[in-house]
């Protein structure tokens, strides 16, 4: 199995002085597993950036921490800045080759409906991702969902019809829902959603008069 590469080096820098070397374009990191003393890491930034751009988070990675041999490793959690989106911190999970590991594998809608560009209809994803166990050489990096096949309103496609491996266990019934097409709205839907909305406009317009009507009420007692 061809696993992606990331180079990492020990961190022997906690707290508050993180924030300088985060703004040299590192992220602090930690390893850990079954009978793994843990360990705290920096990893570059744009690099790991480009990993997970190029292979997806449910990969496995082959991590060299202070170019010494190679650990099999899968991400195990990822922190973001809320503002920014920047990844501040990362957790690696050592694996066993030998040993099942169950984590969340992301699902990638690829294909055309024609359902959606013919009939006018929307697309319906009622799953991003998948739980999944397996052994590591097995991890797909992703799952792909072919919407190609919702010709109708009437196609559905089930977790039993996902393109995984016999080797790969899922978590969810095999008669899940994972995507379908929803038909165009009528005129009369449109018609009753406007009045729905104007009706809720005109609640809120009158919640505001009775409650000038009341402060002017009070405001009146005040001057007498």
């Not at 099999?72 to 501040?88: A, C, F, L, M, T």
């Not at 496609?157 to 709205?185: F, G, N």
Request: net charge negative; charged share 35%; hydrophobic share 35%.
């Amino acid at each position: 199995m061809d696993m992606v590469k990331l180079f990492a080096k020990t961190r022997n820098v906690f707290g508050r002085k993180l924030k300088k070397n985060r703004a040299k374009g590192l992220i602090p990191a930690v390893i850990y597993g079954r009978e793994v003393k843990n360990e705290s890491l920096w990893i570059d930034q744009l690099e790991f950036s480009r990993l997970l751009k190029k292979s997806g988070e449910s990969t496995m990675i082959n991590l060299k921490i202070d170019d010494k041999e190679g650990r099999n490793v899968i991400i195990y959690e990822i922190q973001r800045d809320p503002v920014s989106g920047k990844i501040i911190h990362s957790d690696f999970f050592q694996v066993k080759m030998d040993e099942e590991i169950e984590t969340e594998v992301e699902l990638v809608y690829v294909g055309e409906s024609p359902a959606v560009k013919e009939l006018g209809g929307v697309l319906v994803k009622s799953l991003d991702e998948v739980t999944v166990k397996c052994l590591p050489a097995d991890l797909p990096s992703e799952i792909n969902v072919d919407i190609s096949k919702l010709k109708n309103f009437d196609d559905y496609i089930y977790v039993k019809d996902l393109p995984i491996s016999s080797k790969i266990k899922l978590d969810l019934d095999p008669e899940t829902v994972v995507a379908l097409v929803s038909p165009p709205r009528t005129e009369e839907e449109l018609e009753g959603l406007s009045k729905a909305v104007e009706e809720d406009i005109s609640k809120v317009e009158g919640v505001e008069k009775k409650e000038d009507s009341i402060e002017k009420e009070k405001e009146g007692k005040e001057n007498k």
